[in-house]
């Protein structure tokens, strides 16, 4: 492999087991144990992406979990970050925000007209006239984004866990690693979170060759070990903190809530670019990047190396460099450090080059050489690599969170905590502590005091270890007369742009945020915030504390909306004949909180399976699970005059024996619920409501009772009794089999209910057809319903009896031109509306939403029609909710649609203004993809008005008993 280096003594791949890969098409080979960048990087593919504005040609950066140059295109997932997710065996990959290829990509283009596209030209340039905005807005849509997501995505539901622990460190380096061991040996209970997959932090990458440092990391590593009382969770960021020291923490496998009493943030720093000309180039990265690809993924970052640095840590990286082989041209100290390293790096005759200002690295495609200024001279040396180490800034989100805060320290030139509050406590580089014993120590003081104030005890921190001299360096920036100085490689940032900002006005840091968008890009500004902030202080003349810093939100790394989501927390309700339904391969479907089968796929597709079951309840029999439904027993003195009062039809004169249909109102009388009533006997009801609604059905009920005073008992039954319903022509010769009740028409007519035993099982029945067939409601206790159905079943063999869902149901009952509520109603839809006066009886002296009722009567400006789609074509089918137009304007929408291949057509249900509801009045439909298509109205129902189907052979209408 061409950058692959010998063995590492840390390196996290295993060399034993290799992964392949493509990448824009090209196979991309590895190790187990590699992320995407650096199998990448180990075959020379150093232009990983394309920036989001310009389009240029970016490589790695930081490799710190936060590459926005390394961001992929997966087939199942859009924004793959290739610095952390480890590289799998067939992954196909790509770049995103590309037109055409990464090598060949058509936007770059717009590069050539960058000039005139200044910081904010879209706020000014796109809004006049105003009649052009939409077409500018679908064009910059075009344009701007990463990844695209595929809506065909496969569902994912990651859990969320609760722990529990006495104190909690952020941070497992080695200053996160002291402070834990620290706190343990108080006693307590400590929770060890690190975002990488292996603890260490910087003892594994910058002090891997640093023999003073193995007994440290081995000490470190073995007594965390091997206490008991710590629990170390990898591969895990603190993604937010939140109130009473809870931690929101993502990890591979979904969500972990923490709890804890205290709180030590090890999270370290960020190292930060320096901003000078085409320091995008791929080849230029961070130092600690470099270490990190080197001992980490033993991948060279480049073969020939320029260090720029401003601290001993650069001096640091070019020792690792030289002693993994590698040549080190130079290295470019913007001052001059005086340390251990760099007199070892000189030592090792590695050129040094202080004082040196005026960079510019040189390439067109990837960095070729590097310029640079030294007392006044200037010199160009060639390599591939240029690290950059000239400073860094505090990884504080979690402190910023917990309302700490922080001052610019101008020894070290870095933002430090000042203010904590209590229960929090830092440690380690965030801490300004950069002398590796002192970081040590720094968390071994903050872990005990943490601990101590767990337990109530008092908790100070006594010993100040912050370093002595800068290591950060206070204005990395040097600007070009030719410009291309990237601030903010997230969102195309330039020096020019800041500048145009401030001069502008957008002089405060959040305003010159949102104007600019520094630090709003996927990194949220993990490697431009400081760099942001250092150029609106120095050009506006203030101090760092004066100008401020823009505040850190969750989530402090992007996160899935699977994880935020995690699994359902509402319950998953089953139906007694749910075990059926899994035997028989049913499609499921929610339905509030319970599985309903939505089709059985027995013959081909989707549709074919769906049309099958139509045919069956229409030419023969089929039966359906409607155990969902509210079921809801009303008894007592009062029970006629609650029923009354609670649905819009008289009920109190009903028979003994018979059913009719509920129909429920609000207040405001828009249509809340429906269903069927039953009377069992004077002081006793049992009435059905829809599936999404019994439980406030329930409670409004139960409600209802108690303000009218009225003498009753309301039992939910739901959950108790199941429920099907056999429907079809030869639906009674299939339950004459299984019942000595008599089925003829005189003796259970039409609408009538009737309490007798299926296989000696105690059973109510009723005589309903939802779905427009001879039909019978079945109702039993949960416990037999599975014994009736499977015996219905058994007994229909001979009928070519097929069990059928919900989707059949749907448009069964739309040929009928039967309504659901929720559906072919909403939020604002009165019974008149939806074309049912005649279920409401205003003879009564009073139930719930009358007095509205009588008011909307007058005031009907729509109502529901039915409709039948002129075209055949399967392209022109429209979609509930798409829009009926007129003359430009909006005159209703479908409320249910679908291909009937009992009638030939597709037949649906409109809400139209009333103007346009006449019969055969011609309707313009407007499709999703923008087409019309034409509709006409028609009568309803769609299939057998007369009703003959449901009551063959019978006359009688109304109620029966």
């Excluded at 030209?121 to 679908?138: D, G, I, N, Q, T």
């Amino acid at each position: 492999m061409k950058l692959r280096l010998e063995p590492q003594p840390l390196e996290w791949i295993d060399r034993k087991s290799s992964v392949s890969f493509t990448f824009e098409g090209q196979e991309i080979s590895g190790f187990k144990g590699d992320v995407i960048s650096s199998a990448l990087w180990a075959q020379e593919a150093k232009v990983v992406g394309r920036s989001f504005k310009y389009h240029r040609r970016r490589g790695l950066l930081s490799m710190a979990n936060h590459d926005i140059n390394a961001l992929f295109q997966a087939s199942d997932r859009p924004n793959v970050r290739g610095d952390v997710v480890e590289a799998e065996n067939g992954m196909a990959l790509s770049a995103v925000n590309t037109f055409g290829s990464l090598a060949n990509d058509k936007g770059a283009l717009v590069e050539w007209i960058g000039k005139f596209l200044p910081v904010g030209f879209y706020y000014r340039a796109f809004y006049s006239p105003k009649f052009l905005f939409p077409k500018w807005e679908r064009l910059i849509r075009e344009m701007a984004g990463l990844g695209k997501v595929d809506t065909n995505w496969t569902e994912e539901r990651k859990p969320k866990r609760y722990r529990h622990c006495d104190v909690a460190v952020i941070g497992a380096g080695p200053s996160g690693m002291a402070a834990a061991i620290a706190a343990a040996k108080k006693g307590v209970d400590v929770c060890l979170i690190d975002e990488n997959p292996h603890i260490g932090g910087s003892l594994d990458y910058q002090y891997v060759n640093e023999d003073a440092q193995k007994l440290n990391r081995q000490f470190l590593k073995e007594t965390i070990e091997f206490m008991p009382n710590i629990e170390v969770i990898t591969s895990a960021y603190v993604a937010g903190y939140y109130g009473d020291n809870w931690l929101g923490i993502n990890t591979l496998d979904g969500l972990i809530k923490l709890s804890s009493q205290s709180v030590v943030v090890a999270t370290g720093v960020f190292e930060q670019p320096a901003v000078f000309r085409n320091n995008d180039l791929p080849g230029v990265m961070n130092a600690s990047a470099a270490q990190r690809l080197m001992s980490r993924y033993a991948v060279a970052p480049c073969k020939d190396a320029v260090v720029l640095t401003a601290n001993p840590e650069g001096y640091r990286a070019a020792l690792d460099l030289h002693k993994n082989g590698l040549a080190v041209k130079a290295i470019l100290d913007t001052g001059k450090t005086d340390c251990e390293w760099a007199a070892q790096a000189k030592s090792a005759g590695i050129p040094v080059f202080e004082n040196a200002k005026i960079i510019e690295a040189m390439g067109r495609k990837q960095l070729e050489g590097v310029s640079f200024s030294v007392a006044g001279m200037e010199k160009n040396l060639t390599c591939d690599g240029l690290l950059m180490s000239v400073g860094w800034a505090p990884a504080g989100a979690p402190l910023y969170q917990a309302g700490a805060k922080f001052s610019y320290n101008p020894i070290v030139e870095q933002l430090l905590p000042v203010a904590l509050p209590d229960g929090v406590f830092a440690c380690g580089r965030i801490n300004g502590v950069f002398d590796i014993d002192d970081r040590i120590k720094d968390g071994e003081q903050v872990g005990e005091a943490a601990a101590q104030f767990m337990l109530g005890e008092p908790a100070p921190v006594n010993k100040d270890y912050i370093a002595k001299y800068a290591h950060s360096h206070p204005y990395p920036i040097w600007q070009h007369p030719k410009g291309k100085e990237f601030v903010d490689f997230d969102e195309d940032i330039q020096i020019k742009d800041l500048k145009g900002a401030i001069a502008q006005g957008f002089d405060n840091i959040e305003l010159m945020k949102r104007f600019s968008t520094i630090g709003m890009g996927p990194s949220q500004g993990k490697h431009s915030n400081m760099n942001g902030i250092r150029m609106l202080a120095n050009l506006t003349g203030k101090t760092i504390d004066q100008t401020g810093s823009t505040t850190a939100r969750p989530m402090f790394h992007p996160t899935q909306v699977s994880h935020l989501g995690g699994m359902r927390f509402r319950p998953e309700r089953l139906t007694a004949i749910h075990s059926f339904h899994q035997e028989n391969n049913a499609c499921f479907m929610e339905a509030g909180n319970w599985l309903r089968p939505e089709f059985y796929p027995t013959q081909g597709s989707r549709e074919e399976s769906i049309a099958a079951e139509v045919s069956a309840v229409r030419n023969s029999v089929g039966l359906i699970d409607v155990s969902t439904l509210g079921k809801l027993e009303v008894f007592g003195r009062d029970a006629g005059k609650l029923m009354d009062r609670l649905y819009t039809m008289r009920m109190s004169n009903m028979n003994i024996g018979a059913s009719r249909y509920a129909l429920m109102v609000d207040d405001s009388g828009v249509v809340i619920d429906d269903g069927v009533a039953v009377r069992y006997s004077d002081e006793h009801f049992y009435v059905t409501t829809t599936t999404s609604t019994s439980d406030s059905a329930y409670r409004l009920i139960q409600k209802k009772a108690i303000e009218w005073g009225l003498k009753v008992t309301v039992l939910n039954r739901t959950g108790q009794i199941g429920a099907m319903n056999l429907a079809g022509p030869n639906s009674r010769q299939i339950l004459s089999q299984l019942t000595d009740l008599d089925l003829s028409n005189d003796g259970f007519p039409y609408l009538a209910m009737r309490q007798t035993k299926i296989l000696g099982i105690e059973a109510t029945l009723i005589r309903v057809g939802f779905v427009g067939e001879l039909g019978y409601e079945i109702h039993t206790d949960s416990g037999s319903a599975l014994r009736i159905w499977e015996a219905i079943m058994d007994a229909g063999k001979g009928y070519d009896i097929r069990p059928f869902g919900v989707e059949a149901q749907r448009l069964l009952r739309l040929e009928k031109g039967h309504i659901i509520v929720g559906q072919d109603t909403d939020g604002l839809t009165n019974p008149f509306e939806a074309n049912m006066p005649w279920a409401v009886h205003f003879k009564k002296p009073y139930f719930l939403g009358k007095p509205s009722l009588a008011k909307l009567k007058t005031m009907q400006s729509r109502t529901l029609v039915g409709l039948e789609l002129l075209s055949s074509e399967k392209r022109d089918m429209p979609l509930e909710s798409n829009l009926v137009i007129e003359n430009g304007e909006m005159i209703g929408r479908i409320t249910s649609i679908g291909r009937s291949a009992t009638l030939s057509k597709v037949i649906g249900l409109a809400m139209i203004d009333l103007p346009f509801s006449k019969e055969n009045q011609k309707l313009k439909v407007k499709l999703t993809d923008g087409r019309f298509v034409d509709a006409k109205v028609v009568k309803t129902p769609f299939y057998d008005p007369e009703g003959l189907m449901q009551k063959p052979d019978e006359s009688e209408e109304g109620d029966a008993a």
